[in-house]
């Protein structure tokens, strides 16, 4: 079992930036597909960005457009998600999550154990 907390967010200006840091706690960091996913008020969560295991493959939800990387550090027990160009469509609360499956996934159902949330804000 991992326990996850997010940190990071907070109020930006649009076109500026944000990096989110999940830091796990518990066994086996390593052995979990990690994923950061979004929930806008009024909107269904929904998949932003994935990181395999070894940090061999990435996969990002088409609205990123190259304005997003995700990355993983498996000795710090931590996944990032650094937000670039950000615009205020891209307000929400931002969630990590893993998933004990090896492959990757986006839909949120596959992943086993998320954290609390950060919230993002965006101004115009």
């Known amino acids: 079992q991992v326990q996850l907390v997010e940190s990071g967010g907070g109020l930006v200006q649009a076109g500026g930036s944000l990096r989110l840091s999940c830091a796990a706690s518990g066994r086996g960091f390593s052995n979990y597909v990690m994923g950061w996913f979004r929930q806008a008020p009024g909107k269904e969560r929904e998949f932003v960005a994935a990181?395999?295991?070894?940090?061999?493959?990435?996969y990002y939800a088409n609205f990123v457009e190259g304005r997003f990387t995700i990355s993983r550090d498996n000795a710090k027990n931590t996944v990032y998600l650094q937000m670039n160009s950000l615009k205020p469509e891209d307000t929400a609360v931002y969630y990590c999550?893993?998933?004990?499956?090896?492959?990757?996934?986006?839909?949120?159902?596959?992943?086993?154990?998320w954290g609390q949330g950060t919230q993002v804000t965006v101004s115009s």
């Open positions: 999550a893993a998933r004990s499956r090896p492959w990757y996934s986006n839909r949120e159902n596959d992943y086993d154990y």
């Open positions: 990181i395999t295991r070894s940090s061999g493959n990435t």
